[in-house]
């Protein structure tokens, strides 16, 4: 009996959550409009870059605004760098190869070793959630060369 009991209790306790399967792990994500894109302004994959670029992003169809606000249509950026697409129905990581941009930034200068690298953005939710559907960038590829042109 105490066994059933404490099953149905933990069924209840799932329901209740949504059951975590249709909103993923932090509950129901945020809706993006159609056609909502982030985009890299001043880089190109194939580009070199210098060790110390400031490197800016770009959103359509949505607002960038800091995580703490919650309204329709707006989020924040999220630098992958030299990493896979994180998993998109739950919050990101935050990590040196996963930067939150959650005060509202569109640009930020990274430092990176020479050689080749990988950049992506994903737009995030004010739970650090990608949208859904997700609105995230081509991962483009860059070298970074000591002497190469600064990005403007």
């Not at 990581?93 to 005060?103: A, C, M, V, Y």
């Amino acid at each position: 009996m105490r066994r059933t009991l404490t099953m149905l209790c933990t069924l209840l306790m799932l329901a209740a959550a949504g059951g975590g399967a249709a909103h993923g792990q932090n509950g129901p994500r945020t809706p993006s409009p159609p056609g909502a894109r982030v985009y890299f302004v001043n880089v190109k994959d194939g580009a070199t870059i210098p060790p110390n670029a400031t490197i800016r992003f770009g959103v359509e169809g949505m607002k960038v605004v800091p995580a703490s606000v919650n309204e329709p249509n707006t989020g924040h950026h999220h630098l992958i760098i030299d990493s896979d697409t994180p998993p998109l129905d739950t919050e990101l990581p935050s990590d040196r190869k996963h930067l939150h941009f959650g005060s509202g930034q569109t640009e930020t200068e990274i430092d990176l070793p020479p050689g080749k690298h990988t950049l992506q953005l994903v737009f995030g939710d004010m739970n650090h959630i990608p949208h859904d559907p997700p609105v995230v960038s081509e991962r483009i590829t860059v070298t970074v060369r000591q002497g190469a042109a600064a990005l403007h």
